[in-house]
């Protein structure tokens, strides 16, 4: 057993961290937010030309760096901690992921390079607007027609889904009622209309996508191994523990933002970091940030053996739910403390805290909360 | 103890909602359920001019004496008016500050020439008030301000110098009850005054504060050199403390039946949309309900007993009423985070760019200043257990 990161991973994850520390401050996030595209595509060409971040997990193969998902997740932290505005968790934590998972050979030699050369986003759309984040969720249709297929239906919450260039995007065979089959179209595929959804979250973007009657070719039906149930379960799966490892580097920044804020801050003579109460909170908020790490790290680890076809890849549902519920609500109540403990300046737009605290929201949401999860681990355990 | 109301205050209630049903039309009907916590940036000229509605049908400072301009109700009757008032879903009232505090310390601490001076303006919904407390410095540590009040013999006013934040509606008011340092070596509650000073002066600036909604409701007010007239001191010099703290007092009034009905109003809302859209099939979501709904029901209760113990002489040292803030408040906190949860992954989604809330949004994101402002959390907790329950004081720092 090896439960640490290895001395590689830790060169990642620090060159990650003073890289972001730079590029990604709070004026930074900010101006990124206040654009319809959600990040800056200058900042985005240059994390894919100089730190090749979009490759990570990519087999060299098809043109990648080779690395796991332990490196994923490590990088996930890092821009969770620093909210960095991209399109990383779109591109590499869906889009990649799906390529991995549900394509066949001749399908990621075709889109994994261009992605990696930094010229393509990508992201998955599936939820037709349900609170439910698994195959059940998809609402959007397909039918062969000839040697075409034509897609219908609706998507909601895709992230990025209004500037990524290339989707993903799940349906079920008309008139059958349980087989999805997962599809990779370019955006710009005729009838295709994607609006954003502004939301409380700035730092990340969503968007409504809709498909009319779009044709594509057969060979746009993603074809690997696994059905496309399954494909899309372990998809989401893997999603689900990059978004916990961001929530876990988001909380980690609100608890350090506290510790030396009450420390700074001072009232009747004290800093209020000497109170007790103060203190007991802050020690509360350590114990969420580092439970919920211990639970994205060995998260982290079973997505890799997943992605690499191994037996202990089978916990994979379990390690997400366990992971995504424990991260959402410790990332929710670590922020909200955070906010508490700053009082009045935690609630103007001009301090971070707000961000996170929002951020901290969006991402509970995203692919299930703590509530869903833990129903899902009931089901595992008790039907 | 006994649960109805009388027959006469059963009449008065119909009285209230009818005046309310005749008025709240026309120019005004836009301004229902609109402003108060989180939405005082909505329509504040038109409720300015709606609180001179209310105050021609005297449906202002309906508690205060007679003798002082008000109607004098009891406090069953100011109950029944406020319920009534948020049951319509009337306007968020630009005049509470004056309403609620100027005037009931004017009543207590003024001078006869101040409340001839400033009550009309807050009886015809003319004048606006706003708190001047809080500064940098001085937050839960109230009695650290640094605001200083100098007498001026040559022109016979006091000269104010400093900063005050957070200060609710500053912009939207015409005097702000301001507490300074009338005597420069002093420190804490000493030393204080309490000033009732003009905002339209060359002395004073506003600059609004943006908050977590993107809207401003507060703001920082700047001193230099603003005047104050030698008759605009409430008390003497030295006692500002007192008159602030007896100010507070009056903040934990009748009005919290009417803030109950406005959660009422709120959750009902989270009650439709859970109907609605499918979450009241959730069972966790199900028990959330219950429970917010027991422990509104119990608020209501426990306000009952606070206010039959105030009519009775000492209703600040109850431990019912010692409680409530830190009830109130954690309630309503959770009420937003509940309401999201209902909403499920569409409570990320705005009305419109750049950040349209819709209203639950609204009350989610403002709900956490609920635990912040009139005493934090924790320090309605260090009250409740040196007060209610004789504890030890937290030592002061030595800082
Ligand atoms: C929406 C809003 C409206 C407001 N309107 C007004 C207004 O109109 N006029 C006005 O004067 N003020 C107003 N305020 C100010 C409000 O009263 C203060 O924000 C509040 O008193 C807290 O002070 P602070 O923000 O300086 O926080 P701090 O006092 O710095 O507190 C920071 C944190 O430290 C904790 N803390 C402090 N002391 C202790 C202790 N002894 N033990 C344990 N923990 C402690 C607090 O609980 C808090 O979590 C408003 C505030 C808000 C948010």
Known sequence: ?383 | MKLSFSAEDEQFRQEVASWLRDNLSGEFEKLKGRGGPGDEHSFPQERKVWEQKLAQGKWTCVGWPQAYGGRGCSIEQQVIFFEEYARARAPGRMGHIGEGLTGPTLIAYGTQAQRDKYLPGILDGTQFWCQGYSEPGAGSDLANVKTRAAFDQASGKWRINGQKVWTSLAHESDYCFVIARTDPGSVGHKGLGFFLVEMDQPGIQVRPIEQITGTSEFNEVFFDDAECSSEDIVGEPGEGWKVAMGLLGFERGVSTLGQQMLFQNEFDEVVRLARSNGAASDPVIRQRIARAHTELKIMRYNSMRMLSGQSTGDGSLQKEALIYKLFWATWHRSLGELAMDVMGPECEILDAPPYALNRLQSMYLFVRADTIYGGTNQIQRNIIAERGLGMPKEPRGTL
């Open chain 1, 1 to 383: 057993m090896e439960f640490a990161f290895t001395q590689e991973q830790e060169m990642i994850r620090d060159t990650a961290a003073s890289f972001l520390a730079q590029v990604s401050d709070s004026a930074a996030v900010r101006a990124a937010m206040a654009t319809e595209t959600g990040y800056d595509p200058a900042l985005w060409s240059r994390i894919c030309t100089q730190m090749y971040w979009q490759a990570i997990h990519v087999p060299e193969a098809y043109g990648g760096m080779g690395l796991g998902y332990v490196e994923v997740v490590a990088m996930m932290e890092q821009m969770g901690k620093h909210l960095l505005c991209s399109p990383f968790f779109s591109t590499v934590c869906m889009g990649v992921n799906a390529l991995l998972i549900a394509a066949n050979d001749e399908q990621k030699a075709q889109w994994l390079p261009t992605i990696c050369e930094g010229n393509t986003t990508a992201t998955l759309a599936f939820n037709g607007g349900v609170n439910r984040w698994d195959t059940t969720a998809v609402t959007a249709t397909w039918r062969k027609e000839g040697d075409n297929i034509v897609l219908n239906g609706s998507y909601r919450y895709v992230i990025d889904g209004h500037t990524a260039d290339l989707l993903i995007v799940a349906a079920r065979q008309e008139g059958e009622s349980s087989d999805i089959a997962l599809f990779v179209l370019p955006a710009q595929t005729p009838g295709v209309t994607r609006a954003w959804l502004p939301t409380m979250d700035q730092a990340r973007r969503q968007a409504s996508i809709a498909l009319q009657e779009v044709t594509v070719e057969t060979a746009a039906m993603l074809s690997g191994a696994d059905s496309g149930n399954a494909a899309l379960t372990r998809i989401v799966d893997l999603a689900a523990i990059a978004l916990a490892a961001e929530q876990v580097g988001g909380s980690q920044q609100m608890l350090d933002a506290t510790v030396a804020y009450t420390s700074e801050r001072v009232q009747f003579n004290r800093t209020i970091a000497s109170y007790q109460a103060v203190k007991h909170k802050a020690a509360d908020m350590m114990l969420q940030v580092e439970v919920a790490r211990s639970a994205v790290y060995y998260a982290a680890c079973v997505a890799q053996e997943a992605l690499s076809g191994s037996t202990l890849g089978a916990e994979l549902p379990e390690a997400a739910s366990v992971a995504k519920s424990y991260c959402s609500d410790a990332y929710f109540a670590v922020a909200g403390d955070a906010l508490q403990l700053f009082g009045g300046v935690g609630f103007t737009w001009e301090y971070d805290v707000h961000l996170y605290f929002k951020r901290a929201k969006s991402s509970e949401h995203m692919l299930g909360n703590g509530a869903y999860h833990r129903e899902r681990l009931a089901a595992m355990l008790l039907d």
